[in-house]
Each structure stands twice: as structure tokens, then as C-alpha cells.
């Protein structure tokens, strides 16, 4: 594996998750609780993508199993985001839509740095 592709991987999103988790602490204290519930799903979805990366990096075919995972972990918000959208349940429409989205930052900067 490259190492400063995986150092500037890593680093950014150490980086966004120490940005989420102050935010996080800015909106719960401001009493912000809806935003500060946002914020927290970002940090918790950084951090499941963070373990799949060191899960998955010793692998033959990693960049290609870390590049599926986006696609294996967001498949469950999407079905939901679907099921949300039939009943009208717009609070989970917006937070699996709010999910899917950070994963596609993911996935799109790992392909940045991976070239893929």
C-alpha cells in the first residue's frame, strides 16, 4: 500500500473528525440538539469508514474492498432512505440522506488519492 496515500487518507479524516466532534460539543452546549444529532452521525460514520480502512489495508485487493464497502455500508441507508420516502417519514428521509452524503465524500476522496 502506498503510504502517504494512506497518511493523507488517514489524516483527513482524523482531521474531519476532530472538526465534527468540536462542532458536535459547539451545538450540544448551544442546545442545538437536532444539528448536534447530525453532526454526531458524521462523526460515528467517519469512524466505521476509519475501522474498515484498517480492517480491510493488509488485503491483496484493498483498494478495491475498501472501495465496495462504501457501497456495502450505504446500501442499508438507502434502503431506508427509500422506505422513509414511502411513508413520509421526512426526519429519517433527511438522515439517511445526511448518511449517504458523507459517504459519498468518503468514497470520493479515497478515489482522489487512490487514482480510481
Known amino acids: 500500500m502506498n503510504?502517504?496515500?494512506?497518511?493523507?487518507?488517514?489524516?483527513?479524516?482524523?482531521?474531519?473528525?476532530?472538526?465534527?466532534?468540536?462542532?458536535h460539543r459547539r451545538l450540544s452546549s448551544a442546545g442545538a440538539?437536532?444539528?448536534?444529532r447530525l453532526v454526531k452521525i458524521e462523526?460515528?460514520?467517519?469512524?466505521?469508514?476509519?475501522?474498515?480502512?484498517?480492517?480491510?489495508?493488509?488485503?491483496p485487493e484493498f483498494p478495491e474492498k475498501y472501495t465496495e464497502s462504501?457501497?456495502?455500508i450505504s446500501k442499508n441507508w438507502s434502503d431506508r432512505?427509500?422506505?422513509?420516502?414511502?411513508?413520509g417519514d421526512f426526519e429519517t428521509e433527511a438522515v439517511e440522506r445526511h448518511k449517504i452524503a458523507v459517504c459519498d465524500?468518503?468514497?470520493?476522496?479515497?478515489?482522489?488519492?487512490?487514482g480510481g
Open 3 to 23: 503510504t502517504k496515500i494512506k497518511t493523507e487518507y488517514l489524516s483527513f479524516l482524523e482531521g474531519l473528525s476532530a472538526e465534527k466532534e468540536a462542532e
Open 33 to 36: 440538539a437536532d444539528e448536534a
Open 43 to 59: 462523526a460515528n460514520i467517519l469512524g466505521v469508514f476509519r475501522d474498515t480502512f484498517f480492517a480491510l489495508e493488509k488485503a
Open 81 to 87: 432512505l427509500r422506505f422513509a420516502q414511502s411513508y
Open 70 to 72: 462504501f457501497d456495502k
Open 105 to 114: 465524500l468518503l468514497k470520493e476522496k479515497f478515489a482522489e488519492l487512490w
